[in-house]
């Protein structure tokens, strides 16, 4: 692990997460597996109690704003989503091609980049930025064509109220902790 990492957990900030794909390999290049993966998050969002601000599920990556859960941490959140999801995965791929498995010999190949890059979100206006990166990103890596089309991401819950298969929860800004200047401006 790299020294100086500091990670700042308990002040109740949001947390812009990434994670990545091992290699940055198209894992979640499938609808099948992006639809899986919302499953687990779901799950994993219920079960350790946090609230989802926005996501997008890339092919090979996964963003996420989020608060800090009321049970654990954010690096458990996303240590049991990444397992929970490999495990998933792997079992798909053992029913589906029984023999696979034995050409693996040390086990099956990484699903997921062993760290995750988390931006502690201070500002509303950081995470307006974010929220807008997140809904862009399949926009911008030319997936489609509107944020709306892409059916992996909170897009769809802000623009239309739609409820997707992860529960996307806008009014977390009372619990947010926000500068004195930005506090003003969530109130005005």
């Known amino acids: 692990m790299p020294t100086g990492l500091k990670r700042y957990y308990g002040a109740g900030y949001l947390h812009f997460i990434t994670f990545s794909c091992y290699q ?25 109690k946090f609230v989802i601000i926005g996501y997008v599920v890339m092919p090979e990556h996964v963003h996420l704003l989020l608060c800090e859960p009321e049970r654990s941490n954010p690096s458990v959140v996303i240590q049991v989503l990444k397992q929970s999801f490999s495990r998933r995965l792997r079992r798909g791929i053992r029913r589906a091609h029984p023999a696979q498995g034995t050409l693996w010999k040390e086990g099956p190949p990484a699903v997921w980049q062993r760290r995750f890059y988390d931006f502690v979100v201070w500002t509303e206006r950081k995470r307006i930025e974010k929220l807008r990166y997140i809904h862009r990103n399949p926009v911008k890596r030319g997936l489609v064509q509107k944020p709306e089309q892409w059916k992996w991401s909170s897009y769809r ?19 947010l902790k926000l500068s004195g200047r930005a506090t003003k401006m969530a109130k005005s």
């Open 157 to 175: 819950a802000y623009a239309y109220g739609e409820r997707g298969p992860v529960l996307v929860n806008e009014r977390l800004p009372a619990k």
């Open 24 to 48: 940055r390999r198209p894992i979640l290049g499938t609808a099948r597996r992006r639809d899986l993966f919302l499953e687990i998050l779901e799950q994993v969002r219920r079960s350790y």
